[in-house]
């Protein structure tokens, strides 16, 4: 069953795609603590639900 977190990540992501979405845009909007969100994102972009930029790091 997945995590509700999940689905909260996926909903800012929904409302804030418009304007790209950053992992700290992420934790606000979700109250998630910010390494949640990026273990979230990083978990959604590896089975391809979202995209990560190449930061160049």
């Given amino acids: 069953m ?3 977190k999940v689905g909260l990540v996926l909903r800012a992501i929904g ?3 418009a304007a ?8 606000r909007s979700t ?3 910010r390494p949640t ?3 979230l ?3 959604l972009a590896e089975h391809g ?5 190449d930061t160049g790091r």
């Fill in 31 to 33: 109250l998630l603590p």
């Fill in 20 to 27: 790209g979405s950053t992992t700290s845009m992420v934790a």
């Fill in 41 to 43: 994102l990083s978990d």
């Fill in 49 to 53: 639900f979202v995209a990560q930029p």
């Fill in 37 to 39: 969100a990026h273990r």
């Fill in 15 to 17: 409302i804030i795609v």
């Fill in 2 to 4: 997945p995590s509700p």
